[in-house]
Structure formats: structure tokens, C-alpha cells
């Protein structure tokens, strides 16, 4: 049996990278200032590999249920479009699909909680990042070794690019 993270799973040419934010692009945890301010913590590594995607052709977003303005902050310093405050992802990410006129094979979907499995199923390659919710890792096509926050993004960026050049 092929485990959900191992190498010989096939990454068709991906064409839109779609990430949720909390517990995917942080470390699911928030800090909270004495004035109610929330800030997260973020891989810089992964903010590479969105980089290096994005300068391959790959159309990166995120789409997030938060509306943390953080989420609007680390997206505009990547240069990537954001969605927050989004309670239907699979709607919105039908509609891109149809905007960017891709195939649901060629979309990569990274979450990492219940609200994601939708999303999952509809991509052509669903990810989990390790430290996801059980029924989200039961659902994915691949499971990340890093946990989100961690290096997870970047994991996948790199599977991507694998795929990219052979």
C-alpha cells in the first residue's frame, strides 16, 4: 500500500495552487497582544516555494474563512490573491476554476481542517498537512510530512516544481 505522503504519488502539471491560511500557512496558533491585536507566525520557506511556483506559470490564492487583516497582510507581501471571510470555499473555488479556464485535475488544494475536505475532494491532487483534523487526512490525496507553518507549503511547492521539470 502507497502511504499518503510518499514519493511515487503522481502530481499531474499543476496550473492553481490553492491554500487555506490558518493551520496551512501558520502554525494554527494566534498571539494576542493586551490590546486584543492577533498576530501568527509564518514559514519563510514556504513563502519561497509560493515564489518559486508562481515564477513557474502556477496561479497561487488563498482562500480562508478568517478575516484577520494578518491574512491580507502576509498574502500582499507574497504577491498572491486572497479571499477571507469565505464560508463556501467550494463555490468560490469552482468559480475560479471557470475563471481561469483550468481543469479541476490541475488544481493543487492545501488545507488542513474540516472546512477543507470539500475543496480537497474537488482537486485534482488534495493535500493535507500532517498535523490536520483526522477526517481531513482520511479524505487527501497526499499528506504532507510538515506540519502547517512548518514547511508544509514549501514541501508541496517542491513536488510541483519536481513535476514541472520532467
Same mark, same amino acid.
Given at each position: 500500500m502507497v502511504k499518503k505522503n510518499d514519493s511515487r504519488i503522481k502530481f499531474p502539471r499543476i496550473q492553481l495552487l490553492v491554500l487555506d491560511f490558518d493551520g496551512v500557512m501558520t502554525d494554527d496558533k494566534v498571539y494576542v497582544d493586551e490590546k486584543g491585536t492577533e498576530s501568527?507566525? %509564518?514559514?519563510?520557506?514556504? #513563502?519561497? #516555494?509560493i515564489n518559486l511556483v508562481r515564477k513557474r506559470g502556477v496561479k497561487v490564492i488563498v482562500l480562508s474563512r478568517e478575516r484577520n487583516p494578518v491574512v491580507k497582510s502576509r498574502c500582499r507581501k507574497l504577491? @498572491?490573491?486572497t479571499f477571507p471571510g469565505v464560508e463556501n470555499k467550494l463555490k468560490v473555488l469552482e468559480r475560479l476554476v471557470k475563471i481561469y479556464r483550468i481543469k479541476a485535475e490541475r488544481v493543487c488544494y492545501i488545507g488542513n481542517d474540516i472546512t477543507? @475536505?470539500? %475543496?480537497?475532494?474537488?482537486? #485534482?491532487i488534495g493535500c493535507a498537512v500532517n498535523n490536520s483534523h483526522p477526517l481531513l487526512l482520511k479524505n487527501s490525496d497526499y499528506v504532507? !510530512?510538515?506540519? #502547517?507553518g512548518e514547511g508544509? @507549503? !514549501?514541501e508541496i511547492c517542491d513536488l510541483i516544481l519536481l513535476k514541472c521539470s520532467e
Open positions: 501568527v507566525r %509564518c514559514s519563510r520557506s514556504d #513563502g519561497l #516555494g504577491k @498572491i490573491p477543507d @475536505i470539500d %475543496c480537497v475532494k474537488f482537486a #485534482g504532507t !510530512r510538515n506540519k #502547517g508544509a @507549503i !514549501r
